[in-house]
Structure formats: C-alpha cells, structure tokens
C-alpha cells in the first residue's frame, strides 16, 4: 500500500508559511517531549519501498531528476522489509537552493514500518545500514522553544529547520509530533524547477563513501581522495599500489613510497571488483560494505596504523571494523581442524563479520596464480560453506541469542543484574567524578553474562538463552574484580583515561613504578619492574575491586601476562583500546614532561597490533578526545 507523506505544519514562528500551508494550532505534542532539530533540505520528497517508490504524489511520473533515486532504489531496495517505507529528500536538481557539497543526493529523515514511524536513534541506525545519510542535527534536547527560536539559519543557504519527537509515533500523530520552520519567500526562482533544465546539485568527496555504503561500485582514487590518504602513506597498502601508483608498505619511511609496477592500479581496481561482487551477492549495505571495501583495498596494511589513520577520517566504529577484518582475513587462508571449525567460526562471528570476512579473503586473491594461491582459496571456500551450514553468514549471527539473553536478564523477576560503574579498590564505589563504562545499569553483569554466553555457545555448551541464563549464575552477583588494560602507544592518553576510570591506588602504571626506582625513562629495570606491576595487579584483584593496567601493551603477549593475573582471579576484563593518528602522537610526545624518544615511538607503532573483539570479555576503542567512542561485547550495545 502506498501511503503520501503527511503535510508538515509551520511552526507559530515561521516566517515563510503561506495562505494554503498548514498552521501548527499549538504545540502540546511537542512540549515536555526531547526533539531533534534537523536542517530543512531544498528537495522533492520521496517514498522507497521495498517494490518500488515515489514522490509526494503518489502518481508522480518519469523526470530526468528521478533516474538516479531510482538506480539507488534499485540497489537498497531488497533490505527494506515489506510493509515498510523510507521518506527522504531527492536533492540530485537544483530547486530554489544550490548545493555545493552534499553527502549524497538523497537523505533519509524518516522510517516507517506501517503506520508507526521510528524513533530518531533507529531511524538512524537504520538509514545508515541501507547506505543514506540523515539531515544534519542543529539541536537536541527537551523542547525549548526560546531555543528554537534563537537557531541561526542563513536564509542564503538553507531552507529552514525540522523539529520532531525523538520517541516514534503513529501516523495519526504526526501533525502534533513534527514542524517547521521555512525562511521567509522561500521560493526564488521565476521557473518552476521541473520546467527548467535539470542543473545537479554538488557533491562532496564523502559522498563517494555513502555510495559505496548504499551498494555501488568503488571508485578507488575517489575512495582514497575522501578518506583524506596520501600518497605514500606510511603503514598502508591499497591492494599493492598507492594513489599515485607507487606501492607502500607497512614499513616504508614517512612521506615515502616504492615503486609498483604498472599493473598495481588495475590490481586495486580488479580487487575492489570483486569484493563489491561478493557483497552485492551477501546482500551487505551501510558501513559492513564500506568496510568490507575498504578491508580489501589494505588488505596488507599494519591493523594497528590503518585504525588509527582512518579513525581521523571516518570515525573510530568504522576503522576498527576495517582493521579487524585485515587482521583476520588471512587466516581463512590457512588449514583449520574441520572437528574445531565451528567453534573457530562462531568465535570470529563474535569479532567480525563472518560474510564480509570470506568475501575480503577471496577478493584479496583476485587475479593471483600460483599453487599458495589455489589452496588459499580452496580454504576460504571450505570455511565459507562450513559458516553457510552453521547459519554464520548472515548479518549479526549472534544477535537472536544476544536479545534472548538480554531480555532473560532484563525480565521482571529474572536473575539480578548486579551494580554498574566503575569500582574501587575492595569492590566499593569508584572516585567521585570516575567516567561511566558504557551501557545503562548492571552492564559490568551484563556484559560478563555476555562473554561467558559466547563462549559457551562456541564451545557448543549452550544453544539457548534459558541455557545460559544457568551458566551465568555465578558471575550475576556482580562479585567479581574488573580489570581495564589500556592499550596504546605513547601519547595516546592511556594514563589521562586511566585515572578517570579508578584512583590512583587501582591504577597500575609502569612508568610510576619506574620512577620509584629512580626514572620513568630507565628500561634496564623492566623485567623487575613487570613483576612488581603484576604483584600489584594480582593484589588489587584478590580485593575484589576495579584495577587499571597503565602500560603500552601494544601487542598479544604483552597483554597475555596480565590476562593471566586476570583469569587467576576472575576478573571481567576490558581492553581499552587507544586508537590516535600517528601525527598527533608525534605532537603529543614531543609537548610531555618526558617525552619517548622519536625511534622509540616509531617502533612502538610499528608492534602496536590492537585487540580484535573477544581476546578480552569486552573492548572499548577511545578517540582522539578521550571519550568510548565504540565497543565490541556489550549485551546493551550493538555489533555490526
């Protein structure tokens, strides 16, 4: 059934309201409600479904405009469920404003599955799963509407604004849930735009990232050109070959590059071909698309330098999902014991995304010969049908049996979930001002119940969530220590983040041990200071309470000591992963009290190799501000 996009009522302040628009009587709909601000895009309005589309009119006809939206419908079409319909803006002509530099030319603003339209959160998270951007968010908060008024909108550029109920409503709402405001003789042209000659509006050089994101092909130069990398970027390879053809390996020089040979850019684009063919056959849109693109672009680039590249340039969920599929693709290329196959893939279910992953380890060998090559492949294909059978395949395997669990725990009557927060020394409450760990309350407990459930299940001890609820009861007091090990190079701010997570007497810092005996910067001590540190920490656990491990513990060996302590005591264990462009690392060092000598940095970076999901019972990935900006394990959050 295809159903017209209600007509939005004018705000009481709305300047460019005319005699045949609708008029907001009142605002009881919004008052006391939080609502999102959105700009106003000078656009048609446009309906997808899941067979087919339209404009405001539901008998809106063929216009040269429309083609493109079609071809997008055309690709995003298929994961929109039946039943649903996806309202946006077409903005591929010009109307009565030109934009210069647009995400893409179609933006979502509002899902609706039957008559019930979303809440914002999931509109959100579910445009971007098919590829579509949202409009940009001028505010947020409890309806303020001295607030509103005050929202600056430069008349030149911009249409006006959009306020809606962050909750979701039913159609029959709508006039009291949503409104706008539209500048003053909105309309500046003397031509009707469907009458005139189709002028497009611009894009900007993101927008090649959301095309990629909604299902189109890769186009490698622009992809390069969007993600701000380049040539002879140090720590990456684009498939054998940098932009300007010359290829780049994890251990060149900065500002460096060796030359490839002519066919270097063909191999990228023959790459990027054939993993977009194997995406397009999995049915993957939004960022596990892009990612996985990207994963077999720099397919041979350092995990630990390529996260924190592009976690500058496209945000910190997106380049650690990039980094752990180049870190874990090739092992599909190796033999694997078919008796522990399943449980190996349910265990890489749980750290990537199990489609995207085969397809990343079968485009990387695009175009290769060679015996090493064949049996490469022999081994994707055999793991891949044996994820097809164990129904790993598909998009967030695990999730029915995460909100299984979740729903087992979170129900009236059902298991306690403990107490949340950070802890102190002893298991008491942690420093005034100690920073929230993600999720809502009792998600230490949660998320425990969590790992202890993922393993169990890889393990083929449990297959329901009632049979993990069973399991978990031991960990559900929340009676056991937690234990944070920062992870990162010099620089990163590990020690600023430590402190804000317990006081200093749970903090573990091998520098301050180090200076104990006389200098931070001395490294002749380092294996006694090691084993006072890991004292320390097993004391600290043997209390029961929360301790931070303050050291770089750049890769799996240095972290498998402390993880030792960590099982000795039961700890619930979190990584907290640092993820900070090696520029600013250089800039942090060098501005220190006691700053790392340059070589020294550059071989930390050059052994950094970040945790993939489940080698600790969760991970956190900080940015550059020192905030959680991901995790990896949450019962409350969500994976791909």
Known sequence: MRVPYPRTPHLPWSPGVSPDDVRAGGLPGLEGREVVVTEKLDGE?????ADGLHARSLDSGH????AWVKA???????????GWRVCG???YARHSIGYADLES????????AGDHCLDWDRTVRFARGLGLPVPRVLWRGVFDERTLRALRVDPARQEGYVVRTVEGFRLEEFAHRVAKWVRAGHVRTDQHWMSAPVVENGLSPAAVL???RSGACADVPSLLAALDLPPGEPGLLLAGASAAGGAVTPDAAPGTSVPAPPEAADRAEAVAAEVCARLDLLGRTGDARLAGVLAALFHGAHPGRLASRLAASSGVPLARRTADLVGLHAGLHRPFPDEARRAGLVRLAAAADLGVLHAVAAAVLAGRDGRDAAEAREQVAWSELHAEEAGLLGEAPLEPLRADLRRALEAPGGPCRGTAGPRGPGGGPGPA???TVPGGPGSDVADRCWAETREAYASGRVTTAQEAVALTWRWRSGGFPRLVVMVGPSGSGKSTFARSLAGGDAVVSLDELRRARGSRSDQRANPEVLREGLRRLDALLAGGGTAVWDATALNRHQRS???????????LTTHAVMLVPEDMLARRNAARAHPVPPGVLAAQLRRFSPPHPGEAHRTWYIGTEGDVRDVAGSLDGEEW
């Open 63 to 66: 216009h040269p405009s429309r």
């Open 105 to 112: 030319w179609f933006y979502a603003f509002s899902v609706w």
């Open 45 to 49: 309005n446009t309906t997808l479904y």
């Open 210 to 212: 959301w095309q990629v």
């Open 561 to 571: 000591l402390v993880q030792a302590v960590a099982r000795r005591r039961d700890a």
């Open 72 to 82: 997008l419908h055309g690709r995003i079409s298929r994961s929109i469920p039946p």
């Open 89 to 91: 803006e077409n903005l």
């Open 433 to 435: 001002g100690a920073r």
